[in-house]
């Protein structure tokens, strides 16, 4: 079945940085797209970027352009959510999305 697995949240200060990992099973990784989304308590789940299935395109919420890089490794069926200059406003809890299927979220808290 598809697991998607996130990893790597935690507490870090405004300005700081974190890389969130996602590691996918379960389906054939290098042919999907995969993307990351964050959610606040009691908002709307909010897509943050995607990449293609071979990684050489990507998107990106205008809030996190310039400080969030996504990026795939297919050989090891992982998304990356590398994130910097880190604000408040990022804090949330954080998904790795394919298609239907969700992670369980990994929580990020920007706080000082």
């Known amino acids: 079945q598809v697991q998607l697995v996130e990893s790597g949240g935690g507490l870090v200060q405004p300005g700081g940085s974190l890389r969130l990992s996602c590691v996918a099973s379960g389906f054939t990784f290098s042919t999907k797209v995969m993307s990351w989304y964050r959610q606040v308590a009691g908002k709307e789940r909010e897509l943050v970027a995607s990449?293609?299935?071979?990684?050489?395109?990507?998107n990106y919420v205008d809030s996190v352009k310039g400080r969030f890089t996504i990026s795939r490794d297919n050989g090891k069926n992982t998304v990356y959510l590398e994130m910097n200059s880190l604000k408040s406003e990022d804090t949330a809890v954080y998904y790795c999305?394919?298609?239907?299927?969700w992670g369980q979220g990994t929580q990020v808290t920007v706080s000082s």
């Open positions: 990449i293609s299935a071979t990684g050489g395109s990507s």
């Open positions: 999305q394919m298609g239907p299927f």
